[in-house]
């Protein structure tokens, strides 16, 4: 083995310590979900379109990070369990808007205290300084991957 800088990796591993961030990060907010029924890819969804208003499929999967062929699966499933609407725009019948039901509208209202609570105590766990850090750290780690 040669010792030369070209053979060695001179940067720690960023995208396992992001992944291992964020499984911490889920280990606070997964029981939540869990005891609500919700799957955390399930969750994503009612997230994005809770902020963002009704959305197509692509643009879904886009925000929550979730492969179009799992998307359709997800969405049929969410469908059934009464917590996402499918229609088919007017001018173009290919295309579909993904709305939140008003159950699933419910859900949000009724998880927001007990995940606000979970982000109130990572701020005190870690310091509200460290956590508006991480927020501005990654919010500009993406804007700089995506212009890449």
Known sequence: MSDSTADRLLHRNL???LLRAREKMMERFRPILTANGLT???WRVIRALDENG???PRQISDLCTISSPSMAG???RMEALALVTKERFEDDQRRVRVSLTKKSANLVR???KDL???YRALERAVGP???GEV???????LAGLEAD
């Open 15 to 17: 995208p396992m310590l």
């Open 40 to 42: 955390e890819q399930q």
């Open 54 to 56: 009704p959305l197509e």
């Open 74 to 76: 997800v969405l049929a």
């Open 110 to 112: 009724v998880l927001s």
């Open 116 to 118: 606000e609570a979970q």
């Open 129 to 131: 300084d460290v956590v």
């Open 135 to 141: 927020y501005r750290a990654v919010d500009a780690l």
